[in-house]
């Protein structure tokens, strides 16, 4: 069966690729795949996160196993097959490029095609530019300034909430919807 998944950024909103790829194949060739459309070296950590509706992470692959809890099973890209983890149309993926600065692509398993397999995964759709592969220190760490505004406190409703509206990521459906060329 072959995987067509659609890859997207809030970063670089313009930022869009489509990813097919055989079922049986792994993690690491879908990684590489994926870095090597982007323009993005192969010798950084990164991983993958199997999501749920909500985006929220529930199982991580990564690329080197760090043995921080024994406990936890590890799923290795180089030993994970796609199909052990990803079967369902609709499936939400994370893919950590930057963990410094936990940065990501939102990923989604557009189409399943069964019947059909394919020796090696190809880009089959690109726009735009990339983000950056790093960020800056300065981008990263924000010295807070003191101001003097004479608000003793400032409550929690001054910083948001924990919640955000779906509408708010990288439309991927309004990409699927375009023709390919």
């Known amino acids: 069966m072959v995987y067509k998944f659609l890859v997207g950024s809030e970063e670089a909103e313009n930022f869009k690729l489509e990813i097919m790829i055989d079922s049986e194949d792994t993690f690491m060739r879908l990684r590489n795949t994926i870095l090597e459309a982007a323009g993005y070296d192969k010798d950084q950590m990164d991983s993958f996160y199997i999501c749920d509706e909500r985006w929220n992470k529930e199982t991580e692959v990564t690329v080197v196993d760090m043995d921080l809890d024994s406990d936890v099973d590890v799923w290795l ?98 990409f699927e919807g375009e023709a390919l060329e």
């Open 77 to 174: 890209m180089e030993d994970t097959q796609l199909d052990e983890l990803v079967e369902d149309e609709g499936q939400r993926l994370k893919f950590v490029f930057d963990y410094v600065a936990e940065r990501y692509f939102f990923m989604r398993l557009k189409e399943t095609i069964p019947g059909r397999s394919l020796h090696d995964p190809l880009c089959t759709r690109k726009e735009g530019k990339a983000p950056k592969e790093f960020t800056d220190v300065e981008d990263i760490v924000v010295t807070p300034k003191v101001v003097n505004t004479g608000i003793e406190e400032i409550g929690e409703e001054f910083y948001g909430d924990d919640t955000y509206s779906e509408d708010e990521l990288t439309d991927l459906d309004a």
